[in-house]
């Protein structure tokens, strides 16, 4: 019964900026962990980003560190990751998930499979 609704992606140069969204409707947002994941075309899905219900500690990939930031907006049922300093290799259809299982008090989770609920993807393309 959960959607989730990516949108941001686009064209940019390479040390551009993006802004992407991802809008969630049918649960309770506010008391689930949500996350981004990456895919390029022939290649495995990766973990980006997490985000956990309150306050919203944070937990990033190495390779985004210090370029990406993943936030929530409880009142608008949406998590945005803003993306800086982009690099070609960033290229990729990006992911929000979402884990339903609101008991769990463990750390923050690079695994795809704590996350049972996926947006459609929106496409990122970073050009040298």
């Known amino acids: 019964q959960v959607q989730l609704v990516e949108s941001g992606g686009g064209l940019v140069q390479a040390g551009g900026s993006l802004r992407l969204s991802c809008a969630a409707s049918g649960r309770t947002f506010s008391r689930y962990v949500m996350a981004w994941f990456r895919q390029a075309p022939g290649k495995e899905r990766d973990f980006v980003a997490a985000?956990?219900?309150?306050?919203?500690?944070?937990y990033y990939a190495d390779s985004v560190k210090g370029r990406f930031t993943i936030s929530r907006d409880n009142a608008k049922n949406t998590v945005y990751l803003q993306m800086n300093s982009l690099k070609p290799e960033d290229t990729a259809v990006y992911y929000c998930g979402l884990d339903p299982d609101d008991t769990y008090a463990g750390p923050l989770s690079s695994r795809g499979s704590r996350y049972e609920y996926w947006g459609q993807g929106t496409q990122v393309t970073v050009s040298s």
């Open positions: 985000i956990s219900r309150s306050p919203g500690t944070t």
